[in-house]
C-alpha cells in the first residue's frame, strides 16, 4: 500500500501509485482537477503527494509521448494565425505546468533532435534555463558558467539610457552614454526587452594584440581619435537636496543669501552664484566648496543665554555646500514642497565625463578591464585595408579564461558590420560559426578573422597575423573621476588621531602592509618611519614603574600615578594607537609595563 499526502497531510493510502498518478493526470488534463494540480511519486519513501496550494513556482514544458512532442506544426500555424491562445494549448495538454515536486518524475530534453521515448517533456526553448542577464551574453555556451555570470553582471553595471525620461529625474548619482548603440551581435532577450529602447553599449573595433606592455594584466589601449569624435562620452548627474526644516519653539530654517553677520559665514567667493533668493543659477560652472542653496538655520541649543538672541548673530549658516574633490555645472534647480509641508530646493549637477586612464570598460562576457594607455591616432596600427581599431584587447586575456564566447562575437561582429545586418547570438540557438566563417570567406576576408596589420609609428609590417573585429563594449559606472582623491594634510579621527578614511571625508590613503614592502624594495626604508607617523606622538614614561605618566610643563613637574610625584619620566616618541593599546590593556586588569632604553 503507497501513502497519499495531500498538501503534506496524510488522506490515505493506494494499492497502486503509478494508477493513481496516471487518472489524476488525466482528471487534471480533461479539466475536473485544476490545471494548478501537481502530483510526485516518492520512490524513496514510497507515498504519493499532491500538491494544490499557493505559493509554488511552477514552469511550462511541452509534454512528450512515446518520443514524440504532443506541439504538432499544425498547432503553431493556428497559434500564428491567432486562432487558439496559449490557455488552449494548456487545455489540451500540450503544455503542462510542473512544479518542483513533480519535475523529479519528469525526463526532461532540452533539444528537440535528442528526444527518445524515455523522455516525459521538452524545453520551451533551450535558452530558458538561463535569467534574463545571462541570456544577454551571445554565444553564451562557449564560455564557463562563471564568465558568463561575470558577463551578466557587467550588463548590470554599464551605464546607457536608463530612463526615457532622464532629464526630469533626480537619480542618486547616475551617469549616461551619450552615443548608446544596439548591438551587431545580439539574442533574442535584446528583442523581448525592447533593448533597442533603452541601449547600453557601444559597436567598436577590437584588435587583439599586445602593445608595448601597456594593455597586460586585462588593461585596454584606446584610441584617442575615436574618444575626440564621442566614443564611450558619458555625464553623471547628481542630485542636492536642501529643505527649511521647522524645529520646537516656532524656529525654523531660512533659505536665502546669508549675511555677513552670521555665524560661520564662508568667504564671499563661494556664494558668487547665488541670486537674491539664495539659491543658485542654473548653468553656473562650480568646483567643491561652492554654495549651491543658502541657508540660514536658528541657534542648536537655545539653552545657551549667548545664543538666545533674536539678532542675526545667533543664527547659523547651514548652507548645502558642493563636496570635496567635486566640480560640474547646474544642470537644473526644482523649489518644491515636502510631505510635511517644508519648502526644498533639489539642485542637479551634471559633470561630463570623458573616458581617461582608469576608467573600467567590459565586454559582455566578463572581460572587465581599465584604460592603460590612450594613444593618438596616428599611432595606432591599422589593417592593410586602413581600418584603425578603437581598442586594442590583451591576447594573454583569453587562454585561462576561455571565453571563446568573446572570440566568436568579434567574428559575428565583423560579418555583421559587413553585411549590414545583426547576427543571431542566442544561447543554443545561433549561428554557428562555420558558416561565418563561410560569409567571411565569400565577404574576401579571411575565414579566421585575422588580418595583415601594419605598425602606426614606423609603417613596418607586423610579422603576425592579428585578430580583428568588431564587438560591443561596455562602460562601466567604476570612473576615476568618482573614486580618485589625493591629499596632503586635513582632518584626523578624534580617537586614534589617524587621517579620516574616504573621500567625502577629504581622507588620506591607507599605507598597509604591502606598501610598505615596495618601499624597502625599492630601498626606501628610511622613508617608512615618517610615512608611519600619521599619529606621531610623545608621551611621559615612568623610569620606575614603566607606566604612562603626566608631566606639567608650565610648572616643569612629573606626576606617576603609581609612584607619586616629581617620579623620573623619560618622553618617548610612539604612536598614539599603541597609546589607546595601553589604555585597553589598563581597563582590562593587564599592567603594561614598558622598559625604557636609551637606543644610543
Known amino acids: 500500500m503507497v501513502s ?32 494548478s ?10 507515498n504519493v503527494t499532491i500538491f494544490t496550494d499557493k505559493g509554488r513556482a511552477r514552469r511550462p514544458l511541452i509534454v512528450v509521448k512515446n518520443g514524440k512532442l504532443a506541439l504538432t506544426n499544425e498547432h503553431i500555424d493556428r497559434l500564428k494565425k491567432n486562432e487558439i491562445v496559449w490557455n488552449d494549448l494548456v487545455t489540451e495538454g500540450v503544455i503542462e505546468y510542473l ?77 549616461i552614454i551619450h552615443y548608446p548603440q544596439v548591438p551587431i551581435v545580439k539574442t533574442q532577450m535584446y528583442d523581448l526587452i525592447n533593448f533597442e529602447a533603452h541601449p547600453a553599449g557601444q559597436n567598436v573595433i577590437v584588435a587583439i594584440m599586445p602593445y608595448e606592455g601597456y594593455n597586460i594584466q586585462d588593461a585596454i589601449v584606446i584610441n584617442k581619435g575615436s574618444i575626440d569624435r564621442g566614443l564611450f562620452r558619458a555625464t553623471s548627474f547628481r542630485p542636492f537636496v ?31 552664484y547665488l541670486e537674491d533668493d539664495g539659491i543658485i543659477t542654473p548653468e553656473a560652472e562650480i568646483n567643491s566648496g561652492d554654495v549651491l542653496v543658502g541657508r540660514v538655520s536658528p541657534p542648536r541649543f537655545l539653552a545657551s543665554l549667548e545664543e538666545f538672541r533674536v539678532s542675526s548673530e545667533s543664527r547659523r549658516e547651514t548652507s548645502t555646500v558642493l563636496p570635496h574633490s567635486q566640480k560640474g555645472i547646474v544642470e537644473n534647480v526644482l523649489i518644491s514642497e515636502s510631505e510635511e509641508g517644508n519648502k526644498f ?59 571563446i564566447s568573446h572570440m ?36 574576401g576576408f579571411k575565414e579566421d578573422g585575422s588580418e595583415t596589420v601594419y605598425d602606426g609609428k614606423t609603417g613596418e609590417e607586423l610579422k603576425a597575423r592579428i585578430f580583428v573585429g568588431s564587438q ?27 587621517p579620516t578614511e574616504g573621500r567625502a571625508k577629504e581622507g588620506g590613503l591607507r599605507l598597509g602592509e604591502m606598501e610598505k614592502d615596495c618601499f624597502v624594495a625599492h630601498g626606501s626604508a628610511l622613508l617608512l618611519k615618517e610615512r608611519f607617523d600619521s599619529d606621531r606622538t610623545i608621551l611621559p614614561i615612568c623610569k620606575n614603574c614603566g607606566m604612562v605618566a603626566i608631566y606639567n610643563h608650565f610648572k616643569n613637574k612629573s606626576n606617576c600615578q603609581v609612584c607619586g610625584e ?35
Open 4 to 35: 497519499i499526502f495531500l498538501n503534506g497531510k496524510f488522506i490515505g493510502e493506494h494499492e497502486d501509485s503509478a494508477a493513481l498518478i496516471s487518472e489524476i493526470k488525466n482528471l487534471r488534463k480533461d479539466g475536473s482537477l485544476p490545471k
Open 37 to 46: 494540480t501537481n502530483v510526485r511519486y516518492n520512490k524513496e519513501e514510497d
Open 99 to 175: 512544479d518542483a515536486e513533480e519535475e523529479e518524475n519528469a525526463f526532461i530534453e532540452i533539444n528537440e533532435a535528442n528526444l527518445t521515448p524515455e523522455h516525459t517533456h521538452l524545453e520551451i526553448s533551450p535558452t530558458v534555463i538561463m535569467g534574463p542577464q545571462a541570456n544577454m551574453v551571445p554565444y553564451g555556451e562557449h564560455s564557463m558558467s562563471f564568465r558568463v555570470t561575470l558577463g551578466a553582471k557587467m550588463v548590470k553595471q554599464s551605464l546607457g539610457m536608463y530612463a526615457a525620461n532622464v532629464p526630469i529625474r533626480s537619480d542618486t548619482d547616475v551617469s
Open 242 to 272: 536642501t529643505e527649511e526644516l521647522k524645529y520646537p519653539g516656532g524656529q525654523a530654517d531660512e533659505i536665502s543669501l546669508p549675511d555677513k553677520e552670521i555665524k560661520g559665514y564662508r568667504t564671499e567667493h563661494v556664494y558668487r
Open 345 to 403: 530646493v533639489k539642485v542637479k549637477v551634471r559633470d561630463s565625463r570623458i573616458p581617461e586612464l582608469g576608467d573600467k570598460f567590459a565586454s559582455r562576457h566578463g572581460q572587465k578591464g581599465v584604460i592603460g594607455l590612450i594613444i593618438p591616432e596616428e599611432d595606432m596600427p591599422y589593417t592593410a585595408n586602413g581600418i584603425v581599431p578603437d581598442i586594442i584587447f590583451s591576447p594573454h586575456s583569453i587562454p585561462t579564461r576561455m571565453t
Open 408 to 443: 566568436i562575437e568579434i567574428l559575428g561582429g565583423k560579418v555583421g558590420a559587413l553585411d549590414g545586418k545583426t547576427i543571431d547570438g542566442t544561447i543554443f540557438q545561433n549561428v554557428p560559426e562555420a558558416h561565418l566563417r563561410k560569409m567571411l570567406r565569400d565577404a
Open 472 to 498: 560591443y563594449y561596455f562602460r562601466l559606472r567604476h570612473m576615476v573621476a568618482s573614486k580618485m582623491h589625493a591629499r596632503s594634510r586635513g582632518p584626523v579621527q578624534l580617537l586614534t588621531r589617524q
Open 566 to 600: 616629581d617620579a623620573p619620566v623619560s618622553f618617548v616618541e610612539m604612536s598614539y594607537a599603541f597609546k589607546l593599546l595601553l589604555d585597553e590593556l589598563k581597563s582590562m586588569c593587564i599592567y603594561p609595563k614598558m622598559i625604557i632604553k636609551s637606543k644610543y
